[in-house]
């Protein structure tokens, strides 16, 4: 049996700082948690487009095989979100050997959301304040206040702005107290922008993450590429899908 190729082993690259944050903390992380809460109300009222792309690398940096998919999300008379797409009958990727089913779960990827609910799973460390574009933003480290079996946490970096306590950018992984293979299989770190929809919402719009695979043939650079985009706040409800 061919040995699993190897990966580039990544470091979430911030450390706490010891200048104190301008507020206090635990007021930080309450208008963070509170400005999540209208966030997600909204985007789960809202229909929106997922643009999914894998590109593999050569040896020379040039992207040589992709795989493409779009899908249109819509809120249901039921409540819930659902999906519809079209999966490519094959993948033109050369490296990367998972059937196009399988390529396609990448799209239902959930960006790292903090609402109030999840603030008890997570330890919170103020680690200063930095430029982010044209926003000034609070950086907190998030860490899991315990690893779980049968659920996986967030592990990282989310970046606040400083007028409206809105996350803007997060970066990390999800952990849990196993090591096992998940639907993000192989590809583990994700950076995550969001930008404002409707002058009031910061939604999740570019998500990112790049792997290399070592094997006997050499290295293979991955990226995975998901855009969430022309979101429409308060669609009106589709009705819910027939259950298969």
Same mark, same amino acid.
């Not at 990544?10 to 209208?38: G, M, N, Q």
């Given at each position: 049996?061919?040995?699993?190729?190897?990966?580039?082993?990544?470091?979430?690259? +911030?450390?706490?700082? &010891? $200048?104190?944050?301008? *507020?206090? !903390?635990?007021?930080?992380?309450?208008?963070?948690?509170?400005?999540? %809460?209208?966030?997600?109300?909204?985007?789960?009222?809202?229909?929106?487009?997922?643009?999914?792309?894998?590109?593999?690398?050569?040896?020379?940096?040039?992207?040589?095989?992709?795989?493409?998919?779009?899908?249109?999300?819509?809120?249901?008379s039921d409540g819930k979100?659902?999906?519809?797409?079209? +999966?490519?009958?094959? &993948? $033109?990727?050369?490296? *990367?050997? !998972?059937?196009?089913?399988?390529?396609?779960?990448?799209?239902?990827? %959930?960006?790292?959301?903090?609402?109030?609910?999840?603030?008890?799973?997570?330890?919170?460390?103020?680690?200063?304040?930095?430029?982010?574009?044209?926003?000034?933003?609070?950086?907190?480290?998030?860490?899991?206040?315990?690893?779980?079996?049968?659920?996986?946490?967030?592990?990282?970096?989310?970046?606040?702005?400083?007028?409206?306590?809105?996350?803007?950018?997060?970066?990390?992984?999800?952990?849990?107290?196993?090591?096992?293979?998940?639907?993000?299989?192989?590809?583990?770190?994700?950076?995550?922008?969001?930008?404002?929809?409707?002058?009031?919402?910061?939604?999740?719009?570019?998500?990112?993450?790049?792997?290399?695979?070592?094997?006997?043939?050499?290295?293979?650079?991955?990226?995975?590429?998901?855009?969430?985009?022309n979101y429409r706040i308060?669609?009106?409800?589709?009705?819910?899908?027939?259950?298969?």
């Amino acid at each position: 049996m061919t040995p699993p190729p190897k990966r580039e082993v990544k470091r979430i690259p +911030i450390d706490a700082t &010891s $200048a104190p944050p301008p *507020l206090p !903390l635990e007021e930080i992380v309450r208008r963070v948690s509170e400005k999540e %809460s209208e966030m997600i109300r909204a985007r789960n009222t809202s229909a929106y487009q997922i643009s999914l792309r894998i590109q593999e690398f050569d040896e020379k940096g040039n992207a040589d095989a992709e795989f493409q998919m779009t899908s249109e999300v819509f809120p249901a008379s039921d409540g819930k979100l659902y999906e519809k797409h079209t +999966i490519p009958t094959r &993948s $033109a990727l050369k490296r *990367l050997a !998972l059937l196009p089913e399988e390529l396609a779960d990448l799209s239902r990827l %959930s960006p790292f959301m903090l609402p109030p609910a999840q603030l008890a799973d997570y330890e919170l460390t103020y680690a200063g304040q930095q430029a982010l574009d044209e926003l000034t933003t609070y950086a907190l480290r998030v860490n899991p206040r315990r690893l779980e079996r049968s659920r996986r946490l967030f592990e990282g970096v989310i970046w606040v702005d400083d007028r409206d306590f809105a996350i803007v950018k997060t970066y990390g992984r999800m952990v849990s107290e196993v090591e096992q293979n998940t639907e993000l299989e192989p590809f583990v770190f994700f950076e995550t922008y969001r930008e404002n929809v409707e002058g009031k919402y910061w939604f999740p719009t570019f998500m990112r993450s790049e792997q290399v695979l070592k094997s006997q043939a050499g290295e293979a650079k991955l990226r995975l590429t998901i855009r969430y985009v022309n979101y429409r706040i308060g669609a009106r409800p589709a009705p819910a899908p027939l259950p298969r």
